[in-house]
């Protein structure tokens, strides 16, 4: 069983900054990438920003977030926890929703439970 954990949410005025980490766990899985997906009231989910699990390819984002958001990979250690964050910088109202991690592996994908993210004008 793999288990996804977001964490890091909250509430800042907007050209604030927020870093929200996601950890998985579990059983030994080939993880292919990580990436963070966010769904605003009655829109869909988007991604946001993805990064592979090995190599230098790189990092691919939204275009209304880049330059401001940054994703990056935690210690790339299999059957332990994996970890990637995502640096907000700069943030608007809109990027206001809820966050999810999902870890892309050989069996499928798996995804956190999501954590808030509310920006203030």
């Known amino acids: 069983q793999v288990q996804v954990e977001e964490s890091g949410g909250g509430s800042v005025q907007a050209g604030g900054s927020l870093r929200l980490a996601c950890s998985a766990s579990g059983r030994a899985i080939a993880v292919y990438a990580m990436a963070w997906h966010r769904q605003a009231p009655g829109n869909e989910r988007d991604l946001v920003a993805s990064i592979r699990w090995a190599g230098n390819e790189a990092p691919v984002y939204a275009d209304s977030v880049k330059g401001r958001f940054t994703i990056s990979r935690g210690n790339p250690r299999l059957n332990a926890k994996s970890t990637v964050y995502l640096q907000m910088n700069d943030l608007k109202p809109e990027d206001t929703a809820i966050y999810y991690c999902?870890?892309?592996?050989?069996?499928?994908?798996?995804w956190g439970q999501g954590t808030q993210v509310t920006i203030s004008s």
């Open positions: 999902r870890l892309h592996t050989h069996t499928g994908d798996y």
